[in-house]
């Protein structure tokens, strides 16, 4: 099986009910899909999590003219060679972007040639079912009120859809983010698990003030508080607090990773597979994390194609410690506005009342609609 051609595909989409995160509103939802075909006749599907009109420039410029003629199946060579062709000057960022996409889609291709799921390919499955959170709950109005008011209606939909776990946006002000972690924690009640989220939007001052004030509200984890290169303020933040600390998502391959934990800088890390450098690097990492008692929960916001990765990821990554009460990975449960999120797969990943099902099927276990992928592409 050789490969004959890889194409990327920059998709786009408006949304109505626009939302905010701690830095910007997010008013269009983007991706970028990478098709690799083989002369077998098998094609292999793969997200990038970036900017992606630049992620299609890397794969078709660098990295399709070095796989084409080459065999699939030979991911760890593939991986290396890709990696280094742009190392001078990519060593995180939209480079290893770019090599995620390319690395799913050789997954996806393996796992179709073996007629066997990625999981298995990867020793697993650890488990088949995984427990989702939902990740919605960003601003939505400039009036408080109203903010409060869609925020409650949004985490009531969520209980009634069998969510036991959410999470929310902070960065926002410390009076602001306080009033509606509060606000959350009394609609939710004292059981469900309740994540805050500052896509680093705090400096190391803010980030300790607003732990300690909403460190009585039971929060699972907070996620992002300062800015990814700061592994010190991660530490200073991390002391200060018995609240978790997560974070990763702007993190890439096994070098940011290696960093990260040898700092204790995080109790929760969040590689997106999709972006830290593909399946290949999620795996290398997560053993890594395992190595130093440290969790894994992936970084999910794509089309399906990443969510699939995800899945198929989860179901291999270790548990925490062998015990009836052990801790399990979660999946990160995009429930923002997204026209073709699951759309864009012919069978949807499988999320029933907060438990996600690994998919079964050859490779990522999914197939593609391609006129939901060609209503949404743009460009040439
Ligand atoms: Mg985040």
């Not at 000057?89 to 990625?118: E, N, Y």
């Not at 469900?192 to 001052?205: I, K, M, P, S």
């Not at 592994?231 to 018995?242: D, H, I, K, P, Q």
Request: glycine share 10%.
């Amino acid at each position: 099986m050789k490969i004959t051609a890889v194409r990327a595909h920059v998709l786009e989409a408006p949304i109505e009910d626009r939302f905010a995160f701690s830095q910007a509103w997010v008013d269009r939802r983007v991706g970028l899909v990478v098709e690799i075909e083989t002369d077998a006749g098998l094609v292999g599907w793969g997200d990038g999590y970036g900017p992606p009109w630049a992620l299609a420039t890397v794969i078709e410029r660098y990295y399709a003219p070095r796989l084409v003629g080459r065999s699939p199946l030979a991911g760890d060579a593939i991986w290396e060679e890709l990696y280094n062709a742009l190392r001078d000057h990519g060593q995180r960022g939209i480079a290893v972007q770019a090599l995620s996409a390319v690395d799913i889609a050789l997954w996806d291709l393996r796992g179709k040639h073996f007629g066997a799921p990625v999981h298995v390919l990867m020793g697993g499955p650890v488990r088949t079912e995984v427990q989702a959170y939902a990740t919605g709950l960003y601003r939505r109005s400039d009036d408080r009120q109203t903010n409060h008011r869609l925020l409650r209606a949004e985490a009531e939909g969520y209980l009634q859809a069998g969510f036991r776990a959410m999470k929310t946006k902070v960065g926002f002000g410390f009076q602001d983010d306080v009033a509606l972690v509060a606000m959350l924690r009394e609609t939710v009640g004292p059981e469900v698990e309740l994540f805050v989220d500052a896509n680093h939007g705090c400096d190391t001052v803010q980030a300790k003030r607003l732990a300690r004030a909403i460190e009585p509200l039971g929060i699972g984890w907070f996620e992002e508080p300062v800015e990814p290169e700061d592994l010190e303020g991660y530490r200073e933040v991390r002391a200060s607090t018995s609240i978790p600390i997560a974070g990763g998502e702007c993190s890439f391959t096994r070098h940011d990773f290696r960093r990260i934990l040898e700092a204790g800088a995080i109790d929760i890390i969040q590689p997106d597979t999709a972006s830290c450098g593909g399946l290949t690097e999620a795996k290398r990492i997560a053993d890594m994390a395992w190595t130093h008692g440290v969790r894994y929960n992936p970084h999910v916001w794509g089309t399906g194609i990443g969510l699939a990765a995800a899945m198929q990821l989860l179901a291999v990554l270790p548990t925490s410690a062998p015990a009836f009460g052990a801790h399990q990975p979660l999946l990160e449960y995009d429930s923002t506005p997204h026209p073709f999120r699951q759309g864009l797969l012919v069978e949807p990943v499988r999320v029933e009342r907060g438990i996600a099902h690994v998919p079964s099927g050859p490779g990522l276990g999914i197939e593609i609609r391609r006129d939901v992928l060609e209503r949404w592409r743009v460009g040439p």
